[in-house]
């Protein structure tokens, strides 16, 4: 696609449902990022995918959150048992490899209520 | 460990006037550094990206410099436009094992008025 793609762009959930987010990344981008935006903070790093695999998972805050990216392209950031806290805007990246300009989505802001 | 900080966080100008945005990096070892803006609600739309190798890169109104021994780059904006009022955010990638991670900094908040 023209760009990096996100859904859903809101999403309201309940505290302790399970929610998916999905990412697509511009085509032919091997690396893959997952960042997440809390109100009035920056931009924290979640977890980094080459390929399919993720080499750096260090920023996945709980062991309710999980990713996987399929086929090299789309991924999915998963969160278990939904908390308040959990409340952000999730914001999903791709770049060409791992050094190359990094071209973010529109993220997906999640409110756990 | 590597922080960024961006200085001012807010600025006003009134239309027409050429700003100064700075980013400063406590260690000098990167990879490259990024300039993105953010508008409410929206996600990151990249707007430079300066090797380390680099002095200097321009897009359009935008000039971004990079002083990596001093820890520190630039983003000069020409004839500030009320469009762009939005965040700017710069974000470094470290030079050793962790290449891949932009770090980022608080952003400066931008508001050019009419």
């Known amino acids: 696609g023209a760009g990096v793609s996100q859904s859903p762009s809101n999403k309201v959930t309940e505290k302790g449902k399970d929610v998916e987010l999905r990412c697509d990344p511009i085509s032919g981008h091997t690396a893959l990022y997952w960042y997440r935006q809390s109100l009035g903070q920056g931009l924290e790093f979640l977890i980094y995918f080459q390929g399919n695999s993720a080499p750096d998972k260090s920023g996945l805050p709980s062991d309710r959150f999980s990713a996987e990216r399929t086929g090299g392209s789309v991924s999915t950031l998963t969160i278990q048992r939904t908390q308040q806290e959990d409340s952000a805007v999730y914001l999903c990246a791709s770049s060409l490899d791992r050094v190359a300009e990094a071209f973010f989505g529109q993220g997906t802001r999640l409110t756990v209520v | 460990k590597q922080e960024v900080t961006q200085i001012p966080a807010a600025l006003s100008v009134p239309e027409g006037e050429n700003l100064v945005l700075n980013c400063s990096f406590t260690d000098s070892a990167i990879y490259n550094l990024q300039w993105f803006r953010q508008d409410p609600g929206k996600g990151l739309t990249s707007l430079l990206l300066?090797?380390?190798?680099?002095r200097e890169q321009t897009s359009g109104r935008l000039n971004a410099s990079l002083d990596k021994s001093s820890g520190r780059s630039t983003l000069y904006i020409a004839a500030s436009q009320p469009g762009d009022s939005a965040t700017y955010l710069c974000?470094?990638?470290?030079?050793?094992?962790?290449?891949?991670?932009?770090?980022f900094g608080s952003g400066t908040r931008l508001l050019v008025r009419p």
């Open positions: 974000a470094v990638r470290p030079g050793v094992d962790s290449s891949y991670k932009l770090i």
């Open positions: 300066i090797q380390s190798s680099q």
